[in-house]
């Protein structure tokens, strides 16, 4: 059950944006799955990679990407949308919301490591997009 409730949380917290970006029906659905999905394998990496949050993102949008490719060739569409709402639960927003109060209340070393932390959580999803990215590419010019 701990497992579950947070990728429901995911899942309909994607299926929010949906309506937000006119996504409806089962692209709705799949979408937001793919949210759902990915929050799991964030979850699930945890005890394997020590709790190192960065390592864990960074294979929650290896997941990710992979997923939105292999739905942009199922359901002939781009892989962008897939990407673009799965992408919400893993957005560190709470680290960005920190780093800024940091900021303004003056407190210099909790917004530098903040913001570290945070530049580093959105460099490994950016990773991990580009390095499925990177192969999907590879491997469609053979």
């Known amino acids: ?9 995911a899942f309909l917290a994607c299926l929010g944006f949906c309506v937000l970006f ?11 799955l793919g949210g759902a999905l990915a929050w799991l394998v964030y979850l699930l990496t945890g005890p394997i990679m020590g709790n190192n949050d960065v390592i864990q993102y960074f294979w ?7 997923y939105a490719e292999v739905m942009a060739r199922v359901r ?12 919400i639960p893993l957005v560190p927003g709470a680290g960005i919301y920190n780093m800024m109060d940091a900021a303004l209340r003056g ?5 530098l490591n903040t913001g570290l932390h945070t530049l580093s959580i959105a460099g490994s999803l950016a990773v991990g997009v580009l390095v499925v990215s990177s192969l999907v590419r590879m491997y469609s010019m053979l």
Do not use: H, W
């Open 76 to 87: 002939k569409c781009p892989a962008t949308g897939y990407l673009l709402i799965a992408f």
């Open 107 to 111: 407190n210099t070393q909790d917004f």
């Open 60 to 66: 929650a949008a290896v997941f990710l990407s992979a």
């Open 1 to 9: 059950m701990e497992l579950f409730l947070p990728c429901l949380y």
């Open 22 to 32: 006119r996504i409806n029906g089962l692209g709705a659905v799949l979408c937001s």
